[in-house]
């Protein structure tokens, strides 16, 4: 048996000094980018219900997710959950390097620090209590691409167990295992001359994603008869077998407007110079390809401009792949992580043109001075905007923290002002219903938030307040303000807008906003009907 010393030595080996770069890059990106938020226990709407949550999502086909979140317990507990998140990303970040083969040292760092502060992030920071599990999900994807990496027999079984077991923390990431295959089988009918060894190798990873998808679909049936339970409706999940009730077609036009949408949209493209320095990583990634193409002679085969169409067209389709499920899924920035693994396989192009010494000891690119000028330029250029792609986005996340501070520091003004009002009522008691009709009204309350452009399209970390139904104000009195009302259902809340007296009522803070009227207090913060 191996000692402690001789294991970790054996790890160190294996790792390798590029490895090393790779997960180190991502955890001091990480931690320096979301430091804010780790040392800080701000929740959003979601995270005010959820201070301790077992994370049964077996409802929402996440029949992973319990386990995954539970290594970490069932708290919100920001730092030891966003540490082993960061630490997921990490490790993702090793295996992203192996799979798309970047073996230039900047690059590598580049590549990691893309992984860890992409802004979707911020948003899966703003629901930190379940952050865990979604990384580790995130990261079993992956691993699902690297075991038929790493295995020409037994990879795509062991990768498609991965990949069920991902999909089982959140089914969204299938597409980033998605777009990893589809660079993968494009590299190896590139590197292999070989068509049969091509075609075997590619079939490994479609064998691997067909698997894996049969394999989470079964046992979230089965998990599903044991528990009792149905599908939920929430985001279509419980028509997944059945398709997206728009036809095929239909599907691929969403998948192209939402692709273009958010691909140009504020969270992709931080600012404009995010927007000029993602062109240029692009033309860099283009210049590569092309000098790649010509050093193959792939000019030459009438089949390569029809892969290069095929996976124009399949790329949007892939990236939005989860939109199969439902055509009325609310695709929010939780869900976008593989817009991230975008970036990254641009750069993995780039690398390559980058290892010049490389190229030359293997006869690519041998003696052209014209490639040693386009070489130089294009590392400069692919360099420089990556570090300014980063530090937009390094910008965007902590814009947002500060965003999701100031939405809590409002919260838990307005809740005390009205925690007040309601205790000194006339007739008011310990635990007498207390009905908030409302959420929090602008005429009296406008709008201050001034980063709406920046924290636009971040789920869960944009707007004003941590409120959005009537049960987050009983959830804010208790965990902040130790006080626990007898708050009336959303769903009977409802049934009071048509009252009399509700009408009647001025909107809070006026002197009328807070009745007692046949034993309850009501709170109307906002005139709705």
Known sequence: MMTVNEAINKLHNAVGKKGRLAFFGALAAGIITHMSVLTSDIPNHDGLSSMYFDQNMITSGRWFLGSACGISS????PWLIGILAILYISMAAMAVRVILNINNPVLIVLSSVILAVFPGLASNFAYVFTMDGYMLGMLLCVLSVFAVEKSDKYGWIIGGVLLAFGMGCYQSYICIAMLLCLFKIVSVFIRENNTKSSLTKSLNYIAMGGLGVFLYYILLKVLLKIQGKELDTYQGINGMSEGNGIGFIGTVKLMYKDFVQFTFGKVFVANVFCAVCLGLLLLCAI????????????????????AAALILIALPCIMNAILVISANVTYHVLMRYQWAFLIICMIAVVDRICAETEMKKTGLFVGSKLFDSISSATGWIAVVSLVVVSLSYIITDNISYSNLHKKYEKTYSYCLRLADRIEQTPGYYEGIPVAMVGVVGNDSYPLTDITGDVTGGLLGINGDYLLYKSENYGDFFKHYLGITFNMVSSDEVINFYDEPFYAE?????????????????????????
């Open 505 to 529: 009522m001025e909107s809070f803070p006026g002197e009328t906003s807070v009745v007692l009227h046949d034993g309850i207090i009501y709170v109307k913060t906002e005139n709705i009907r």
């Open 287 to 306: 210049i590569s390809l092309f000098f790649i193409a010509k050093e193959k002679k792939l000019f030459r085969r009438p089949l390569f401009y029809v």
């Open 74 to 77: 069932y708290y919100s507990l």
